[in-house]
């Protein structure tokens, strides 16, 4: 006598075994030099071997800033025994977005220094990160920004884009992080 339940257990069984497709190389972020949110200096061979998160936020934002900051201490949290995961949100408004008003941000967030940078510098040199090297927004003090996550895996290569309105992209940003945790390619 044969079991109904026999064959959707080995379906089961067949698709756990069918291998994930690698992410996506979607880019490489070049090395680059900031100042932290403490007014030292950020080079970012600091970030070399690490997986990271990325996105582009202004401390006086009336809109998406503070809930991408507060999704942002949510993966800083469901993180929390992956220390080697680093955390990096970029100002789009370097002029108002001092070390001080940064380090007072981030306070506010719960920013682990260790982890999570807040980052600010010259407007060239951001406005060329955010348009050319991760193809989200310019840096030319007219603080329009993307509101997505960007992953970057240990050798500065984007791997994903997580549109911060979505329901479900912390999960996928989640799941993606520990795909290139078990499987660096």
């Keep these: 006598m044969s079991s109904p339940l026999l064959p959707a257990c080995l379906l ?17 972020v070049p090395q680059f030099q900031l100042t ?71 306070t506010h967030f719960q920013a682990n220094p260790d982890r999570w940078y807040f980052l600010t510098g010259e407007m060239e040199r951001l406005n060329d990160l955010g348009l050319n090297a991760f193809k989200l927004n310019s840096v030319d003090g007219g603080l329009n920004h993307s509101t997505r996550f960007v992953l970057v895996d240990a050798r500065r290569r ?17 799941r993606d992080i520990r795909q290139l945790q078990s499987r660096p390619s």
């Excluded at 990271?52 to 009336?62: G, L, R, S």
């Excluded at 984007?158 to 989640?174: A, T, V």
Aim: net charge negative; proline share 12%.
């Design 12 to 28: 089961l069984l067949l698709a756990s075994c069918v291998p994930t497709p690698p992410l996506p190389t979607l880019g490489q």
């Design 158 to 174: 984007i791997r994903g884009y997580y549109l911060s309105s979505d329901d479900g992209f912390p999960k996928q940003l989640l």
């Design 36 to 106: 932290l949110e403490t007014g030292i200096p950020f080079d970012s061979h600091a970030l070399d071997g690490h997986i990271w998160v990325a996105n582009f936020i202004y401390t006086t934002c009336p809109g998406p800033c503070p809930m991408m900051s507060h999704q942002m201490h949510g993966i800083q949290n469901s993180t929390a025994a992956t220390p080697e995961l680093k955390l990096v949100s970029f100002t789009v408004d370097p002029v108002h977005d001092t070390p001080p008003v940064l380090a007072e941000f981030a």
